[in-house]
């Protein structure tokens, strides 16, 4: 298995504009996990989902974030409108039944 | 709600040194898992402890679960520059939802 992807790795937009994040966990995970970070605050939980549904949003920021997880294989993270200070890394993160969890390489985000 | 703090934040040892981080969690947890964050890598799983008072071995590192469930260590011996990063305790609180500490950044020389 290749693992958790993300797509883009980078991403580099105007304040503003909708930024999408990109997720494929690895298969046969049934909890899927949006994570981002910062220097001054570390890895933050922003939303998990298990068996695709929605779980826990608690750590959304604003009505700006949103997460959807269609499929078992799919999941996207959108911010609309994007603001500098969403700039960090966001972290897909998939496990099996409370096992560890594995991490994509993450989207590094740059709102100027 | 459920939180995950870890000492120290930040630590310099020389190679050959041995080094400790403890993780307290606010809140009992059903397991404590261990992970490690290369400097510009993503969080990598390392491993997972379930019973209280466990102790499991991972070559030069030794992870502990306390017996209240709340709290955990992590000690590498004889540390090497491989072993430069940030380690992370987490702990699934409510529903698997997977709280991360706040982090013990290691630094190794020669």
């Known amino acids: 298995d290749a693992g958790v992807i993300q797509s883009p790795r980078h991403e580099v937009t105007e304040m503003g504009q909708e930024v999408t994040l990109r997720c494929k966990p690895i298969s046969g995970h049934n909890s899927l996990f949006w994570y981002r970070q910062t220097m001054m605050r570390g890895l933050e939980l922003l939303i998990y989902?298990?068996?695709?549904?929605?779980?826990?949003d608690s750590g959304m920021p604003e009505d700006r974030f949103s997460a959807k997880m269609p499929n078992a294989s799919f999941s996207t993270l959108k911010i609309q409108p994007s603001e500098p200070r969403d700039s960090a890394v966001y972290f897909c993160?998939?496990?099996?039944?409370?096992?560890?969890?594995?991490f994509g390489q993450g989207t590094r985000l740059t709102v100027v | 709600g459920q939180q995950v703090m870890q000492i120290p934040q930040y630590q310099h040892v020389q190679e050959g040194e041995d080094f400790t981080t403890y993780c307290n969690s606010s809140?009992?947890?059903?397991?404590i898992q261990w992970y490690k964050q290369r400097p510009g890598g993503h969080p990598v799983f390392l491993i997972q402890l379930v019973k209280s008072g466990e102790v499991k071995k991972q070559k030069r590192l030794t992870f502990q679960f306390g017996e209240a469930k709340k709290n955990s260590s992590l000690h590498i011996t004889a540390t090497q520059t491989t072993d430069v990063g940030t380690y992370f305790c987490a702990g699934p609180g409510t529903a698997s939802k997977l709280t991360f500490g706040t982090g013990t950044r290691l630094q190794v020389t020669l």
């Open positions: 989902f298990n068996n695709n549904v929605p779980i826990d």
């Open positions: 993160a998939s496990s099996l039944a409370g096992a560890g969890a594995f």
């Open positions: 809140t009992t947890l059903s397991n």
